[in-house]
C-alpha cells in the first residue's frame, strides 16, 4: 500500500520561507520511473500544478513558482522536498504531494492522471 505523508507546512509572513517534506512508503524511487509532484489547492480554486520531477529526471515547474520555489528529491530516503523562499500571501493553501509510476510527460502538470495523494499540508502567508 502506497502512502505519501506531507510535513512542514505553517504560518509564515510575507518574505519568509518554508521547506516542504513528502516522505513515501510502499513506493521505490530508486531506479523507478516514478513521477513525484507537488500541488496546491487554495479555498475556492482548483488544484494548480506547482512543481514536478518526471521519472527521477529534471524538474519542472508552474511559471509563478521558478526562482522561488525549489524541488528536490532523496530517492535513498524516498523523499521530495519543496524549498519554498520569498513566501507571498498569494501562496497561501493546501499544499499536496502527489506520485504516480506511469506518467507520460504530457501529463504532468494534470492532477487527475496522479494515482496516490497525500493528505495535504496548510501554508497560509500573512501580509
Known amino acids: 500500500q502506497v502512502q505519501l505523508v506531507e510535513s512542514g507546512g505553517g504560518s509564515v509572513q510575507a518574505g519568509d520561507s518554508l521547506r516542504l517534506s513528502c516522505v513515501a512508503s510502499?513506493?521505490?524511487?530508486?531506479?523507478?520511473?516514478?513521477?513525484t509532484a507537488w500541488f496546491r489547492q487554495a479555498p475556492g480554486k482548483e488544484r494548480e500544478f506547482v512543481a514536478a520531477?518526471?521519472?527521477?529526471?529534471?524538474?519542472y515547474y508552474a511559471d509563478s513558482m521558478k526562482g522561488r520555489f525549489t524541488m528536490s528529491r532523496d530517492n535513498a530516503k524516498s523523499t521530495v522536498y519543496l524549498q519554498m523562499n520569498n513566501l507571498e500571501p498569494e501562496d497561501t493553501a493546501v499544499y499536496y504531494c502527489?506520485?504516480?509510476?506511469?506518467?507520460?510527460?504530457?501529463?504532468?502538470?494534470?492532477?487527475?492522471?496522479?494515482?496516490?495523494w497525500g493528505q495535504g499540508t496548510q501554508v497560509t502567508v500573512s501580509s
Open positions: 502527489a506520485a504516480d509510476s506511469r506518467l507520460i510527460l504530457s501529463s504532468m502538470r494534470t492532477p487527475h492522471y496522479y494515482d496516490y
Open positions: 510502499g513506493l521505490t524511487f530508486s531506479g523507478s520511473s516514478v513521477t
Open positions: 520531477n518526471f521519472r527521477g529526471t529534471r524538474m
